[in-house]
């Protein structure tokens, strides 16, 4: 199956409606809290699943994206493991996205080709990884091409302009603009920017991609805020510490999470 | 000497040694790397910038170091000649400071005024917190907690100079998650900070930049061997953590017709699994920006090592390194702990010099070669001195200092 993400934010934008992006770590603190997270996100409002693949130098995460993927890695969860939890995922939900989110090593582990093949067969949408800029992942990004998968990649306040043409030119499905100089969990700051450069990156885009804007991002505010200036908007740390908070006992964190999701999704 | 390296073309433009090394990091680093690049470039290459480098070199830390010939030794070991480059007598006692001073005075030419680096064994860190208070930079050193306990005359030598020294506690709490919590600092704090890394690892420019600045040690070694000896050394050796030594001596004598040898920590065997020899038994992976050989179990997660010392305890290797073993232009093996320690004995007892625990692994290999061969002349890299050390080995032989 081909990618739901460009249908997704069409049909969002015919609505007059943002996209809502969420991330976890996969395996935080077990598949099962995972698999129900899923889908109380997809019963919240949630468009697309950024689903976390566990590394052990997560050299862009702040501590308490960090301190998930330790909890997660653990339970020695693979990336295998996490093409499985949306093998799983996929049994009852056929209409939520998800991407997988994560670090170059273990993909580099497992094989490019076998890794986009997989994501044909348990019918992920796309992939983003981190630390693989354009620069380092043509290999990559002719795979999922021919899988009709998305490649999402990230822009930042420190993308130049001409990369910005670069990004949009190899990014399919929507383009990860990171709002801060930063990490994960870090404060939003200079809003006008952030404006400015979206705007810019849909400029440069032939086939206006759609943009989500993430890092930064906690509450109503901030997100009716961000959905603004964007085509959608990205959540993160702010759910795996809510996910963390009430891990123990999984009926009261999938209503907290359902409630926290909710009021994300009424604001933009 | 057959095929011959064009070493200019290495790293290629996009920061590649053939299948090694290139730029594996987020988006927000990708400018800074090449806003670094091409400072470097601008600034370090031209002759105003190499004269004032020169001057401190020689005034500031001492350079040239000397070639010693280790006459006792060598007869001790038998019928081969060990000779030494002391880089153990830069000034703050290693080779780090070689490439510290010059990317601080780079920084400093680029206009930042906040220096970050990561440390193992905290010589790196002493080079950078010395370069720093003699140019006056805001120093922060991330340094593993596990080392932190190790290494703690370098601690206190860091804060006495000046520097911030930033305990990281997260993952093995060693080298590998100084370098994570230095790169998470630089993304937050790229407009005004420049990161010195230490080593010849991390996204490209780095590994060339830190070749280049390091590359005196055997520029020197190749015109000292040539004015004392009249001749080339048959064999060089240095240790190999991530390889800024071994690079340093290597990389001018790479099209010579010399043998190299890298030796990796061997830890307590390479078949115990604890050791950090990716090199000697490692696959090639992505770490920190660049890819090389790695320490990596069969999910791709990063395995944690294990050395006596801490300088050498890193699961990566400088892609240059991974680039010269693939070519077979250099041969990397590795030596145990205890290998280290018993050469780090012989050289304190036979010639009055106590080299760092690192070092030592480069001496016991070098030893056994002596061993073996006839009437041939071994350099050694004798990357610095093992003051640090000296609380590992009283703990070791159980004495109270």
């Known amino acids: 199956m081909t990618s739901r993400i460009p249908s997704i934010f069409k049909d969002n934008a015919d609505k007059d409606k943002k996209t809502f992006i969420s991330y976890l770590v996969c395996g935080d603190p077990s598949e099962k809290h995972t698999l129900l997270a899923m889908h109380t996100m997809a019963e919240s409002g949630v468009d697309i699943i950024e689903l976390g693949i566990p590394f052990s130098d997560p050299i862009a995460d702040g501590p308490i994206i960090q301190k998930s993927i330790d909890r997660a890695l653990k339970n020695d969860i693979s990336l295998r493991d996490v093409i499985s939890v949306v093998k799983k995922f996929r049994k009852k939900n056929k209409s939520t996205a998800v991407v997988l989110m994560g670090y170059m090593n273990p993909v580099h582990k ?142 009261n964190m999938e209503k907290h999470l359902s409630n926290y999701l909710s009021s994300i999704s009424r604001a933009i | 000497m057959k095929n011959k390296i064009n070493l200019k073309n290495y790293p290629n433009k996009t920061g590649h040694f053939d299948k090694f090394g290139g730029v594996y990091v987020s988006e927000t680093l990708i400018h800074p790397l090449k806003e670094l690049f091409q400072a470097y470039k601008k600034i370090a290459t031209s002759p105003s910038f190499k004269k004032i480098l020169k001057r401190e070199l020689k005034d500031y830390v001492g350079r040239p170091t000397p070639i010693y010939y280790a006459e006792s030794l060598s007869n001790f070991l038998g019928n081969s000649h060990i000779y030494l480059k002391r880089e153990d007598l830069n000034h703050t006692g290693a080779h780090k400071i070689n490439n510290a001073l010059g990317q601080a005075l780079l920084a400093k030419k680029m206009g930042k005024t906040r220096i970050i680096a990561e440390t193992g064994a905290g010589q790196h860190g002493v080079a950078t917190a010395t370069a720093c208070a003699r ?77 280049d600045f390091q590359s005196i040690i055997g520029d020197e070694a190749k015109t000292q061997f040539k004015k004392d000896y009249d001749c080339l050394p048959d064999y060089l050796v240095a240790c190999v953590g991530g390889g800024s030594n071994a690079i340093g001596l290597f990389h001018p004598f790479l099209n010579e017709n010399v043998k190299i040898v890298g030796v990796e920590a061997g830890g307590f065997g390479i078949n115990t699994g604890k050791h950090a020899a990716p090199l000697t038994a490692g696959t090639p992976g992505v770490l920190h920006g660049n890819r090389t050989y790695i320490m990596e179990d069969k999910n791709g997660q990063i395995k944690n090592t294990h050395s006596i010392s801490a300088g050498l305890d890193y699961p990566g290797v400088g892609p240059e390194h991974s680039w010269l073993k693939d070519k077979k232009r250099v041969q990397y093996t590795s030596v145990t702990d205890k290998e280290a320690l018993n050469a780090f004995f012989t050289l304190t007892e036979k010639e009055g010099i106590i080299p760092a625990l690192e070092t030592a692994h480069a001496l016991a290999y070098a030893f056994k070669l002596a061993k073996k061969l006839k009437d041939k002349k071994i350099l050694i890299n004798l990357s610095g001195r093992g003051d640090k050390d000296i609380d590992t080995i009283a703990k070791l032989k159980n004495i109270k200092l």
């Open chain 2, 135 to 211: 140019l006056d930079l805001k120093c922060v050193v991330y340094m593993g907690e596990q080392d932190i306990q190790r290494q703690s005359v370098n601690v206190y030598r860091m804060k006495l100079l000046g520097a911030e020294v930033r305990s990281v506690d997260s993952g093995t709490k060693t080298l590998k998650d100084a370098l994570n919590e230095a790169l998470r600092d630089w993304v937050t704090n790229v407009d005004d900070t420049h990161y010195i890394i230490g080593s010849v690892a991390g996204p490209h420019p780095y590994p060339m930049i830190v070749r």
């Open chain 1, 110 to 251: 497992m094989g490019i080709k076998l890794f986009s093949k997989s994501l044909k067969e348990n019918d992920v949408d796309g992939v983003l990884i981190v630390d693989s800029p354009p620069e380092e992942s043509l290999a990559l990004n002719n795979e999922l091409k021919k899988y009709n998968k998305s490649h999402i990649y990230l822009a930042s306040p420190t993308t130049t302009d001409s990369r910005m043409k670069d990004i949009t030119k190899m990014s399919s499905g929507y383009v990860y603009y990171v709002t801060v100089k930063g990490i994960t969990g870090s404060k939003l700051t200079d809003l006008n920017s952030i404006n400015i450069n979206v705007k810019k990156i849909k400029n440069y885009s032939k086939n206006n991609i759609p943009v989500a804007v993430g890092f930064g991002i906690k509450d109503s505010k901030s997100a009716r805020q961000m959905a603004k200036f964007s085509d959608g908007i990205i959540i993160g740390s702010s759910i795996v510490e809510l996910m963390h908070k009430y891990s123990n006992n999984k009926k």
